[in-house]
């Protein structure tokens, strides 16, 4: 666990709380009260405004919620470009959050951050809105725009005035620095970084007050290689230490490999909220992998079975069918099938099925 960070959570009631095999005593919250000694009991318990800070270790995350959207509507030009969205991203989890452009990706994440409001729906940042925080910095932590930074300014001096808003120190900002890899740079005007160093300086921004939430939006969009490793091995670290990660990409693949769960939308509309466990479990034997040139006959009965295709590379081409649905249908069309091979579902297979719909048929 990160020597900076630690547990928080709302006000639960006022009982002692077994976590694994520890006892942890909380005694808070004169707004709960305790119904047969148990969390469920309580009907306001994600309402709670309270702030408890933990210090005995991890807590038990069935109950706690960290980032939940309920029921969210935006409207713009009096066009709907969010529509009745609910999800949630707990904490200890990176939730992965997809969708194709335009779908409402980063509108969601500004309504989340409190930068835009919704029409209708609201978001709570453990338990509560996340403007009615004690330190807002310190409950969410928040990277969105690359352009938000003075040019004139160094990367040090951007984040010591965050550091007065989170109450952090100058200490703190030189440690997300070395943290974010810019310790060399923390001198240097940002109008001259390049736009992967702006990455990292808006990732450090999301750092500074040590939040037990994250949210980033497209983080590796001008990361090089070795940034994209990097981030990926933080990602990874944020969710072990226990901190909810909320995070938007077009790098499916990559989301795919940190993400416990994904949330994909298109349109303002939520097409697949799903654990990504269960996403390879329900994928594994579900591709039709066809090999060599496909012949203008079988395009047109893919088309008219309305079956997603990806490429695989090496004249490959994977299906989204099953094998015996696909031999059925070319049997009956009189169709002859290239030689294919049966295999599993990747990231990018789950996308486009989810886009088309296709996910659950058979």
């Not at 047969?36 to 309580?42: A, K, N, Y």
């Not at 935006?74 to 452009?101: C, H, W, Y």
């Not at 930074?149 to 109450?167: E, N, S, V």
Request: aromatic residues 6%; hydrophobic residues 40%; glycine residues 10%.
């Amino acid at each position: 666990m990160s020597t900076r960070w630690r547990p928080w959570t709302r006000s639960v009631c006022h009982h002692r709380l077994s976590c694994g095999t520890r006892t942890v005593g909380v005694w808070v919250c004169p707004l709960l009260q305790c119904h047969g000694g148990t969390l469920t009991g309580c009907p306001k318990f994600t309402e709670a405004t309270h702030l408890l800070k933990f210090t005995f270790g991890s807590i038990c995350r069935e109950w706690i919620r960290m980032i939940e959207c309920f029921e969210l509507t935006k409207r713009k030009s009096g066009r709907e470009i969010l529509s009745n969205m609910s999800f949630r991203a707990p904490d200890g989890q990176v939730t992965g959050f997809l969708g194709p452009n335009g779908a409402g990706k980063s509108s969601t994440l500004r309504i989340v951050a409190n930068v835009d409001q919704p029409d209708e729906g609201r978001v709570l940042v453990n338990g509560t809105p996340h403007a009615s925080a004690r330190v807002p910095a310190r409950s969410m932590g928040i990277s969105l725009d690359l352009d938000a930074f003075h040019p004139k300014r160094t990367g040090l001096q951007h984040l010591l005035i965050l550091a007065d808003y989170a109450g952090a120190s100058k200490k703190d900002a030189q440690t997300v620095l070395h943290e974010t890899g810019l310790s060399d740079a923390g001198t240097t005007l940002v109008g001259k970084y390049s736009l992967g160093m702006k990455q990292r300086l808006s990732i450090a921004s999301a750092l500074i007050g040590d939040p037990s939430n994250i949210v980033l939006d497209e983080p590796l969009n001008g990361l090089d290689a070795e940034g994209v490793v990097w981030l990926r091995e933080t990602i990874l670290r944020w969710g072990a230490e226990g901190r909810c990660v909320l995070v938007s990409s077009h790098q499916i693949s990559e989301v795919f490999g940190v993400a416990d769960r994904v949330v994909m939308i298109s349109s303002g509309r939520i097409i697949l909220d799903s654990e990504v466990n269960s996403l390879v479990e329900r994928g594994k034997k579900r591709i039709v992998q066809l090999e060599g040139e496909i012949v203008p006959s079988v395009a047109a009965l893919l088309e008219d079975m309305n079956v997603s295709r990806v490429s695989a590379g090496s004249g490959r081409v994977n299906c989204l069918v099953r094998p015996h649905v696909l031999m059925d249908a070319a049997a009956s069309a009189g169709v002859r099938l290239p030689p294919f091979s049966i295999v599993d579902m990747q990231a990018e297979d789950f996308y486009f099925a989810a886009m088309r719909g296709q996910l659950d048929h058979e």
